[in-house]
């Protein structure tokens, strides 16, 4: 058996040639080499009885130092953006065919059976539900007597004074005081994650006949 010797040898030519899309320096790192190659330059030719002025060479040292951390320093934002979006994509896709409660002021009843609800920034003694049709008109009212700080879901089987509520789309306003002092409300519609998109504005959760909205929106998540 004939023993064939190989060079075995990596050479930066071969590392070249396997790989084309070798990482290339970056405009910040060609902004150093340019600037220490004058700065080497200048020295080596300055005029020994005019040299060069230590505080002006200090301040240029500076100044590329600042614009060299700024670059890595949004380079860290960009990566860090970049991952809290991915995040979040995972998070918003997880909540497809979950119901969440976003900031709205309509419901939809259907089959004697509507959800809402409402947030309290603080304790109420008092808090009144008013539901009104697609007209303005107000079918019902739900007194909900004291309550504590946070969210609540609230249900509604479509009965009212005059019967049952018809089929359809209804809006509500929530009235919430302690003693005579009113508390800060926020009305919160209830709906069904359908979609999730991402733009320029972030990651959008489409519900249907309720609109999109960010995850910062969802306040409870059934």
Known sequence: MTTVQTNNKVTEELMAAMNPGKKKTSTTQDAQDRFMTLLVTQMKNQDPLNPLDNAQVTS??????TVTGIEKLNATMESLMGSYQASQQVAAANMIGHG???PGSSLSLQDKKALL???LKEPADKVVVTISDSTG?????MDLGDMKAGVHPLAW???TSKGAAANGDYTFKVTATRGNEKVETTNLSFGVVHSVTTNSQGVKLTLPGVGDFSMSDVKQIL
């Open 137 to 141: 008109k107000a079918v019902h009212s």
């Open 100 to 102: 969440v409660f976003v």
């Open 157 to 159: 089987d479509g009965e």
């Open 60 to 65: 240029q040292l500076a100044q590329l130092s």
């Open 117 to 119: 609800g409402i947030e």
